[in-house]
């Protein structure tokens, strides 16, 4: 089975900091995501990415940048962290037509 | 814009009973349809999907969905939930657009 790994389960960052939260993929899947999830709003797409440099903009995108250098790691950057990006952080892979595969999620606090 | 929407936010059930989780989806072309469950402090599971043929569609762990397209419907269905069924679960729906768009969830609580 595909595996999906997020480097951290819990972070607290400060305010101004800039934060990276990376997922890694074990096999050769193009197709990665990030979600934010939050209670009372489900999962809201941040950003995802087709291949190696490429990126697309998904329904909330501000205050989030992405880095796509290699095909196996897909970072999520917060340049500027502030309270209101305190969330639980989701990368998710597409596996085949249509499966998708979801990282254990990193618990962002921001203070 | 194409949607998802979950209009139970938080049920609560004893045990045994039956169970039935509401999912609308809007309009758009082809659309594949899936429920996924998130258990405390796990990661997302995928229960079930739906890409076309039965409407029926049986997923794991004894749950069962119903795609009704006249009235833009996949229902999460269990004639008899359990304790450990306590979860979180959202429908979601892919559109062609390489988007994978979520409801907001339902929080299920089922007491012994």
């Known amino acids: 089975d595909v595996k999906v790994t997020q480097s951290s389960r819990y972070l607290v960052k400060r305010t101004g900091e800039k934060v990276f939260l990376e997922c890694v993929q074990d096999?050769?899947?193009?197709?990665m995501f990030w979600y934010r999830q939050d209670p009372g709003l489900g999962l809201r797409l941040i950003y995802f990415?087709?291949?190696?440099?490429?990126?697309e903009k998904g329904d909330i995108p501000e205050g989030y940048s992405v880095s796509r250098e290699k095909k196996e790691r897909f970072s999520l950057i917060l340049e500027s962290a502030s309270t209101n990006q305190t969330s639980m952080y989701l990368c998710a892979l597409r596996v085949g037509n249509y499966g998708y595969t979801f990282g254990s999620g990193t618990r962002l606090t921001v203070v | 814009a194409q949607s998802v929407s979950q209009h139970n936010h938080h049920v609560i059930l004893s045990e045994a009973a039956s169970l039935e989780l509401g999912c609308n989806y809007s309009y758009g072309g082809t659309v594949n349809l899936f429920w996924y469950v998130q258990y405390p402090g796990q990661h997302l599971q995928l229960l079930l999907k739906?890409?076309?043929?039965?409407?029926l569609v049986k997923g794991i762990k004894g749950f069962e969905a119903e795609f009704i397209k006249s009235k833009f419907s996949f229902n999460l269905r269990k004639p008899s939930v359990q304790w450990s069924d306590t979860a979180e679960y959202f429908c979601a729906a892919f559109y062609n657009t390489d988007k994978l768009i979520f409801g907001t969830g339902t929080r299920l609580q089922v007491f012994p």
């Open positions: 739906y890409f076309s043929g039965d409407p």
């Open positions: 096999m050769d899947h193009e197709n």
């Open positions: 990415s087709y291949d190696v440099k490429m990126k």
